[in-house]
């Protein structure tokens, strides 16, 4: 069946930058998406990218997409402690999540 | 209250209980669905609910019975659970046609 899938942990100093690194299967989807998950609450939708962008940037967040590869990465520049979560890659033709990467960041 | 609420936040229950997940949407949205998340394991699409309809049931026992009243609230019926049901239990909501769910903080279940 389709899936996604990530790393589960990633540990970074404050100030340095963060890739979340995610592959999946399904090379039909529209959309792929990253959420955050912060302790005790639910995932919100951090950004998105459109299939037919290679590269998608807001702010702190750069998204790279490589359709040949199918791979998604998140790029967190100058990662702040408040940026610690479990980030999640989806794919939402299908509805399907990754496991979810641990982000932790130290001063 | 904003957003998408969930409530109880935590659960605790024996395995001849039987207990309801309760979510609420304020987003004025139509879809709704409940998703199940356990430790180092991808997020589970569980039951999908487009305009009140069950359009997607992902091999979910029967222990598990979603209700939706109307297109603002959903509700997971659960009894007679196991231990390995012991996980958060996510709701989110969307429009129909949007790709952009937005989830409630969810309900921490134990199974005891």
């Known amino acids: 069946g389709e899936d996604v899938e990530q790393s589960l942990f990633l540990s970074v100093r404050e100030g340095d930058s963060s890739v979340i690194n995610c592959t999946y299967t399904?090379?039909?989807?529209?959309?792929l998406y990253w959420y955050k998950q912060e302790p005790g609450a639910g995932l919100q939708l951090l950004t998105y990218?459109?299939?037919?962008?290679d590269m998608k940037q807001d702010q702190r967040l750069t998204v790279l997409l490589n359709k040949k590869d199918k791979h998604l990465s998140l790029r967190i520049t100058d990662t702040q402690t408040g940026d610690s979560a479990i980030y999640f890659c989806?794919?939402?033709?299908?509805?399907?999540f990754g496991t979810g990467t641990r982000l932790q960041v130290f001063p | 209250e904003t957003g998408v609420t969930q409530t109880p936040r935590h659960l605790v229950m024996g395995m001849t209980n039987k207990k309801s997940l309760k979510c609420e949407q304020h987003?004025?949205?139509?879809?709704m669905y409940w998703y199940k998340q356990s430790a180092k394991k991808p997020l589970e699409l569980m039951f999908v609910?487009?305009?009140?309809?069950?359009?997607e049931n992902n091999s979910v026992p029967s222990r598990f019975s979603p209700e939706c009243p109307n297109s603002s609230h959903l509700f997971l019926h659960l009894h007679t659970l196991q231990p390995e049901d012991s996980a958060l239990y996510l709701c989110?909501?969307?429009?129909?046609?949007?790709?952009?769910?937005?989830f409630g903080p969810g309900t921490r279940l134990t199974v005891t």
């Open positions: 987003l004025g949205h139509n879809a």
């Open positions: 989110a909501s969307s429009q129909v046609g949007s790709y952009e769910q937005y």
């Open positions: 990218i459109f299939s037919n962008m």
């Open positions: 399904d090379s039909s989807s529209t959309y």
């Open positions: 609910y487009s305009l009140e309809e069950r359009v």
């Open positions: 989806a794919e939402t033709d299908k509805l399907i």
